[in-house]
T-cell receptor
Framework: EAQVTQNPRYLITVTGKKLTVTCSQN?????MSWYRQDPGLGLRQIYY???????DKGDVPEGYKVSRKEKRNFPLILESPSPNQTSLYFC?????????????FGPGTRLTVT | KNQVEQSPQSLIILEGKNCTLQ??????????LRWYKQDTGRGPVSLTI?????NTKSNGRYTATLDADTKQSSLHITASQLSDSASYIC??????????FGTGTRLKVLA
């Protein structure tokens, strides 16, 4: 089944403790992206990747890192999480970001930083 | 500043009725406009994708329109069902790699 998977689905952590949220897709997609969703703000793009070893900042990259060493995986790293990074995170992938290609979203990771 | 605004914020309708959701955008450059359906706690699912040259696109009971001159789009839902209860999000692609999301319209369909 074609899908985007994220792990963990739920995570509660403390300020400053490094964490990684994994994202994997099995559709051989070139484009992958991370978003965060907060009440009243909609989804905002954190980072995106056009292909292996090619990444760029979205609108809210501060406090996050990403890497794209393999085509299928695009982990999101929080080196020193803070409470303002408490949010619902979505990973998405697309064959290409060009006009008519659909973007597929993962199930989401709900992160709470205390 | 690139912005996507949706109205209304929330809407309640009776099962079987039609409804129309609105999306206004100020995004440049414009590449395409997408409508997504998002069930609570789940990832968005694509309904329609329209490029600059497309005026209308349908997906079952969902019909999206786009007026690139006025920078407005609408999503019309026909003969609503209880399963249509969800948030509907308008997304505009600003160039190739960036997406600007609206805050969504929360629709509730009552039996």
């Amino acid at each position: 089944e074609a899908q985007v998977t994220q792990n963990p689905r739920y995570l509660i952590t403390v300020t400053g403790k490094k964490l990684t949220v994994t994202c994997s897709q099995n559709m051989n997609h070139e484009y992958m992206s991370w978003y965060r969703q907060d009440p009243g703000l909609g989804l905002r793009q954190i980072y995106y990747s056009m292909n292996v070893e090619v990444t760029d900042k979205g609108d809210v990259p501060e406090g996050y890192k990403v890497s794209r060493k393999e085509k299928r995986n695009f982990p999101l790293i929080l080196e020193s999480p803070s409470p303002n990074q408490t949010s619902l995170y979505f990973c998405a992938s697309s064959l290409s970001p060009m006009a008519t290609y659909e973007q597929y979203f993962g199930p989401g990771t709900r992160l709470t930083v205390t | 500043k690139n912005q996507v605004e949706q109205s209304p914020q929330s809407l309640i309708i009776l099962e079987g009725k039609n409804c129309t959701l609105q999306c206004n955008y100020t995004v440049s450059p414009f590449s395409n406009l997408r409508w997504y359906k998002q069930d609570t706690g789940r990832g968005p699912v694509s309904l329609t994708i329209m490029t600059f040259s497309e005026n209308t696109k349908s997906n079952g009971r969902y019909t999206a329109t786009l007026d690139a001159d006025t920078k407005q789009s609408s999503l019309h839902i026909t003969a609503s069902q209880l399963s249509d209860s969800a948030s509907y999000i308008c997304v505009v692609s600003a160039g190739t790699y960036k997406y600007i999301f609206g805050t969504g319209t929360r629709l509730k369909v009552l039996a």
